[in-house]
């Protein structure tokens, strides 16, 4: 986010929720971690275990799971095989996060989520092609976006904390139109969503 971004957000919000604007000035400019290093098949895996879980139990399990590719000489994605399910199972997985580690191991062999190829298609496409997989829906095809291809407009309707701590800020009346406020920080959405995660961690 540049300076000059930054001092646009705090316009906007300002227009219709003033503390918001406070909490932006005091956070400052914002920059969203980029992802990319860690390979897509690794990143939607973590992404995946991490779901509906703090993030120091997905952390406790991700770890677990590492040390049990390597214990068994096999890198991630291929670690995720149907030889090695209940080692995945056993790791802190549930049954279902099994199959979609899985699934995402057979589409990464078979050459559907190549990152090149996934680049070149436009966001509703792109989005479609994840979401064909065992156990991805739009939230995981939202972080995806966001994080590791770098999309400055993403809103993630599914993220519930994301969308209480931005209804927040606003009065009831307010409460009604947040789509439309929302929209108000469009193409840079993103960076929206992040400020709301970032007043979720209690930062500052």
């Not at 997985?93 to 436009?122: F, T």
């Amino acid at each position: 986010m540049t300076p000059k971004l930054h001092r646009q957000f705090l316009k906007t919000a300002g227009e219709f929720a003033p503390k918001l604007r406070t909490h932006m000035r005091l956070l400052g400019p914002v920059q969203i971690p980029n992802r990319k290093h860690l390979g897509l098949p690794k990143f939607l895996a973590r992404v995946i275990i991490g779901q509906q879980l703090s993030t120091k139990a997905a952390r406790t399990i991700w770890s677990r799971i590492q040390t049990a590719a390597r214990d068994a000489d096999q890198r991630i994605p291929h670690f995720f095989c149907e030889t090695n399910i209940e080692t995945i199972k056993a790791c802190g997985a549930s049954g279902n996060k099994a199959k979609a580690l899985l699934a995402i191991n057979e589409a990464y062999i078979d050459g559907r989520i190549l990152p090149a190829r996934l680049r070149k298609m436009d966001f509703d496409t792109r989005s479609a092609t994840l979401r064909d997989l065992h156990g991805v829906g739009q939230w995981t095809v939202d972080m995806a976006s966001m994080f590791y291809f770098g999309d400055t407009d993403i809103w993630p309707d599914g993220d519930l904390a994301v969308a209480r701590t931005f209804r927040s800020y606003l009065n009831v009346r307010q409460s009604r139109k947040i789509d439309e406020l929302v929209a108000r920080f469009s193409p840079n959405r993103s960076y929206l969503a992040f400020y709301m995660w970032q007043v979720v961690d209690g930062v500052p």
